[in-house]
C-alpha cells in the first residue's frame, strides 16, 4: 500500500504544478521518451512524442491559459501493491481554466497514465466537452 501512496502523491503533484504553472516539476515526472495524446480536431490535439515535444506542447498550454485549476475526483491504480513505479492509473478530475482572452471554461476529463521506474511514459486525455476544449483553445 506504500506504493499507492507515492503514486498518488506523484499524481497530485504533476496536477499541482500544472496549477502553479510549475513546469520544472510537471516535467520531472516524465520519461525522456514519453507520448502525450491529446484528443480532438484541434490544432494542439494528436501524438506528442518525446519530453522535448511534450515541454513545447504544455508551454503552449500554459500560454493559453493563464489560470489553471484541475481539481482531482478520483485516482485509480491498476497495481495497488506496486513498489517498483511500474502502473496504470487513471485520474479523473474536473477544471477551470482562464484564457488570454479572460474567458474562463469549464470541464471534465480522465487521464491515463502508464508508469515505468516512477516515470510517465504514455499520457492520454479524454476530454468530456470537447465543443468547451475548442472554445477556450480559440478554436470553436
Same mark, same amino acid.
Given at each position: 500500500?506504500?506504493?499507492?501512496?507515492i503514486?498518488?502523491?506523484?499524481?497530485?503533484?504533476? #496536477?499541482?504544478?500544472?496549477?502553479?504553472?510549475?513546469?520544472?516539476? #510537471?516535467?520531472?515526472?516524465?520519461?525522456?521518451?514519453?507520448? #502525450?495524446?491529446?484528443?480532438?480536431?484541434?490544432? %494542439?490535439s @494528436?501524438?506528442?512524442?518525446g519530453?522535448k515535444a511534450?515541454?513545447?506542447?504544455?508551454?503552449?498550454?500554459?500560454?493559453?491559459?493563464?489560470?489553471?485549476?484541475?481539481?482531482?475526483?478520483?485516482?485509480?491504480?491498476?497495481?495497488?501493491?506496486?513498489? %517498483?513505479?511500474?502502473?496504470?492509473?487513471?485520474v479523473?478530475?474536473?477544471?477551470?481554466?482562464t484564457?488570454?482572452? @479572460?474567458k474562463?471554461?469549464?470541464?471534465?476529463? %480522465?487521464?491515463?497514465i502508464?508508469?515505468?521506474?516512477?516515470?510517465?511514459?504514455?499520457?492520454?486525455?479524454?476530454?468530456?466537452d470537447?465543443? %468547451?476544449?475548442?472554445?477556450?483553445? @480559440?478554436?470553436?
Amino acid at each position: 500500500m506504500i506504493g499507492t501512496f507515492i503514486a498518488r502523491s506523484k499524481i497530485r503533484s504533476g #496536477f499541482n504544478s500544472l496549477n502553479q504553472h510549475d513546469m520544472d516539476t #510537471f516535467l520531472a515526472a516524465w520519461a525522456d521518451d514519453a507520448t #502525450f495524446i491529446y484528443p480532438g480536431n484541434l490544432s %494542439v490535439s @494528436g501524438e506528442i512524442k518525446g519530453k522535448k515535444a511534450i515541454e513545447e506542447w504544455f508551454r503552449k498550454f500554459m500560454e493559453q491559459f493563464t489560470q489553471v485549476n484541475f481539481t482531482l475526483k478520483h485516482i485509480c491504480l491498476q497495481n495497488i501493491f506496486d513498489m %517498483v513505479g511500474t502502473n496504470h492509473v487513471a485520474v479523473h478530475w474536473d477544471t477551470k481554466l482562464t484564457n488570454r482572452d @479572460g474567458k474562463e471554461f469549464q470541464n471534465s476529463g %480522465v487521464t491515463t497514465i502508464n508508469l515505468k521506474k516512477g516515470k510517465a511514459v504514455l499520457v492520454r486525455d479524454y476530454i468530456y466537452d470537447i465543443e %468547451v476544449a475548442k472554445k477556450a483553445w @480559440g478554436e470553436g
